[in-house]
C-alpha cells in the first residue's frame, strides 16, 4: 500500500478525478489522526498512522474503491503504570500480615509497573473499503456501534456525510 505521506516534489493529483479527491480525503484522515489523541494526563499513550491503496476497478466492481488500513498502538505510561502497581502492592500488603517495605517492596512495584507497562501494549491494524459514488468518495465498511473515533475521523476525512 502506498504510504500515506507524499513527496514536496510531486504534485497534487487533479481534484476533479477520484484519485485526486482520495488524495485530498486522506490528507484530512492525516489531520484527523494528528488531532485524535488521548487527552492529556490520561495516562494513555496512542499512536495511529495509516496506508492506503486504490483497487483497480473490475467488471464486478466498476466503481472506483480504496482501502485505507488504520495502524492503532497503544500503551500506558509508566507513570500510570508505577501507581496502579503501587496500589496493587499495598492492596496486598493490607491482606497480610507481611509488609513488604522498603527495598523489597519497592523491587515488587517496579516489576509490577514493568509487567504492566509491557503488556498493557496494544496493536491493531483496521482495514477500512471506501468507495467512489456520487462523485464522492465514501466509507463502504460498516462500524461496529462502539467505534465512534472511527466514525469521527472518517466523517473528517470523507465530509460531514459520512454514516453516522
Known amino acids: 500500500m502506498p504510504s500515506a505521506e507524499r513527496s514536496a516534489l510531486q504534485p497534487m493529483l487533479p481534484a476533479d478525478t477520484p484519485e485526486g479527491k482520495l488524495e485530498r480525503a486522506m ?28 483497487i483497480t476497478p473490475t467488471p464486478d466492481e466498476p466503481r472506483p474503491t480504496a482501502e485505507v488500513a488504520i495502524e492503532t498502538d497503544r500503551q500506558l ?23 513488604v517495605s522498603g527495598a523489597a517492596g519497592a523491587a515488587q512495584t517496579d516489576r509490577i509497573a514493568n509487567r504492566t507497562f509491557q503488556y498493557s501494549r496494544q496493536e491493531n491494524v ?19 456501534p462502539d467505534a465512534a473515533v472511527e466514525r469521527l475521523l472518517f466523517q473528517m476525512a470523507l465530509g460531514s456525510d459520512a454514516p453516522p
Open 126 to 144: 483496521d482495514v477500512y473499503l471506501l468507495a467512489y459514488q456520487n462523485d464522492r468518495w465514501e466509507l463502504v465498511t460498516e462500524l461496529p
Open 77 to 99: 505510561s509508566r507513570t500510570l503504570a508505577q501507581s496502579a502497581a503501587k496500589k496493587a502492592v499495598e492492596a496486598t500488603d493490607e491482606g497480610t500480615d507481611k509488609r
Open 27 to 54: 490528507a484530512q484522515l492525516k489531520a484527523a489522526l494528528a488531532e485524535a489523541q488521548p487527552a492529556p494526563g490520561s495516562g494513555v499513550l496512542a499512536k495511529r498512522t495509516f496506508v492506503y491503496r486504490m
